[in-house]
């Protein structure tokens, strides 16, 4: 039985208030992920991955179509329990890490647990645990400015992963990194994700990359079209 666990169906967005009028980007766009499905989107750059992303991951609206997650119409949902499905059902890995510079490598993976109500040392517990699994557990202690770029994405997959979502999705999660460092990040991408079998939907234009997923979507003027890889 096949499960889909993200279903973008028919999205459309224009970005008003453009200059020259407003500009349309996502024409009913639509993708289904099944559990344990990872997914390439693949297009160039300003063809609207990021905008996708963003609306698929609730940090976004749409203006028609519906983003269910789990069998749930997100679009219907209020701003509060929107926010809830967010933090416990989607994680989110952007190009450049993101991570607070404040905190250390594993408060950065604490935080959002405690924000899902996690309590303190299960929370701890679980960083750790997610340090250990992408050979982070000696930088725990580090700033992210105290890191290299692999090593910071590598805290940001794990941030990502912290409250066990069933949801990943990345926007071009090594797009920032040089050519041997992002292929080894990436294989712990994948072994992260496949590990935990959650589905991920992975924003790249490297077409290496996307051919190690299971299937690769390609985004045409604003449509979900299939790309062989
Ligand atoms: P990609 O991630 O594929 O590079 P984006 O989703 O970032 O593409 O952008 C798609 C298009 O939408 C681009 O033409 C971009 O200029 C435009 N765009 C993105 N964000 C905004 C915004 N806030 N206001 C106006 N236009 C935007
Ligand atoms: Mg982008």
């Not at 979502?165 to 071009?172: F, G, I, Q, R």
């Not at 294989?187 to 994700?193: A, D, I, K, P, T």
């Not at 490297?206 to 299939?226: E, P």
């Amino acid at each position: 039985m096949s499960e889909t666990t993200l279903l973008l169906d028919g999205i459309s967005k224009s970005y008003k208030g453009a200059v020259g009028g407003p500009v349309t980007v996502l024409k009913e766009a639509s993708i289904a992920l099944k559990r344990g499905e990872v997914v390439a989107l693949v297009a160039p750059s300003g063809a609207g991955k990021s905008t996708l992303l963003h609306i698929a991951g609730l940090l976004d609206t749409c203006d028609a179509g519906r983003v269910v997650i789990n069998g749930t119409d997100m679009t219907r949902l209020g701003d509060n329990a929107r926010t809830a499905a967010r933090r416990q059902q989607v994680g989110f890995i952007y190009q450049f890490h993101h991570l607070l510079p404040e905190f250390t490598a594993a408060e950065n993976i604490i935080l959002p647990q405690l924000a899902n109500g996690v309590p303190k040392a299960q929370a701890r517990d679980r960083a750790a645990d997610l340090l250990a699994s992408v050979g982070l557990s000696p930088r725990a202690g580090h700033r992210p400015a105290q890191m290299s770029g692999g090593e910071q994405q590598r805290v940001a997959f794990c941030r990502a992963m912290a409250n066990q979502p069933s949801v990943l999705l990345a926007d071009e999660p090594t797009g920032n990194l040089d050519p041997d460092t992002s292929d080894q990040v990436f294989s712990v991408l994948m072994e992260l994700v496949r590990d935990t079998g959650l589905s991920a939907l992975i924003a790249t234009h490297n077409l290496q990359l996307a051919a190690k997923m299971d299937r690769v979507l390609r985004l045409d003027a604003g449509r979900i079209v299939t790309a062989q890889a």
